[in-house]
């Protein structure tokens, strides 16, 4: 049973360039979520794609986009990048019921911005 | 004030002792709550959730919710020098449904 995979593993930018990043859910999740973690910091909510549609969104600018295909994986894009957006991005999927939303984690892709 | 605070860290503790990880939150209406573990360089892991107060034991580990007290803990019975990690506390607000919330983190070293 595959868990949840993201590519790539690392990635090297500059300033004002566009990064796609790409996450497959684990099987029989249905709901993605991205987080963004900088160094000694714990993850931090950008949004969330249930149904191919964002549900949620955390406190993150317009830059930052995602998409969700019909076969639950998703995309996350970054447009003109900062310096300050060099972090791990980590996906994490889930298949809410109930009220309860376990979320369980990719490998994560580094980012850094020069 | 954070919506989620972690025990500040780091935390040492001897091989074959308990280990004891504090998290308190600020949203009483808070619905889940869930520890992970995050080894270095590495993304972060689930160990445990727990929905309702009282304790949750799973092999080594032990949660424990008071939502009047606003705070979960994570106890870990005979540490092992494998335990050595950066345990994260997340909660999901009731109005943010599937948002995770995450504490700091608290760095946990076990020496032998």
């Given amino acids: 049973d595959a868990g949840v995979t993201q590519s790539p593993t690392h990635l090297i930018k500059t300033r004002g360039q566009q990064v796609t990043l790409r996450c497959s859910p684990k099987s029989g999740h249905d709901t993605v979520s991205w987080y963004q973690q900088a160094l000694g910091q714990g993850p931090q909510f950008i949004f969330q794609y249930y149904e191919e549609e964002e549900r949620q969104r955390g406190n993150f600018p317009d830059r930052f986009s995602g998409h969700q295909f019909p076969n639950y994986s998703s995309e996350l894009n970054v447009n003109a990048l900062l310096l300050g957006d060099s972090a791990l991005y980590l996906c994490a999927s889930s298949t809410p019921r109930r009220g309860r939303d376990t979320q369980y984690f990719g490998p994560g892709t580094r980012l850094t911005v020069l | 004030q954070k919506e989620v605070e972690q025990n500040s860290g780091p935390l040492s503790v001897p091989e074959g002792a308990i280990a004891s990880l504090n998290c308190t939150y600020s949203d009483r209406g808070s619905q889940s709550f869930f520890w992970y573990r995050q080894y270095s360089g590495k993304s972060p892991e689930l160990i445990m959730f727990i929905y309702s107060n009282g304790d949750k034991e799973d ?27 950066t345990y994260l506390c997340a909660v999901s607000p009731r109005t943010s449904y599937g948002k995770l919330t995450f504490g700091q983190g608290t760095i946990l070293t076990v020496h032998p």
């Fill in chain 2, 59 to 85: 092999g080594r580990f032990t949660a424990q919710l008071n939502k009047a007290s606003q705070y979960v803990s994570l106890l870990i019975r005979d540490s092992q020098p494998s335990d050595s990690a």
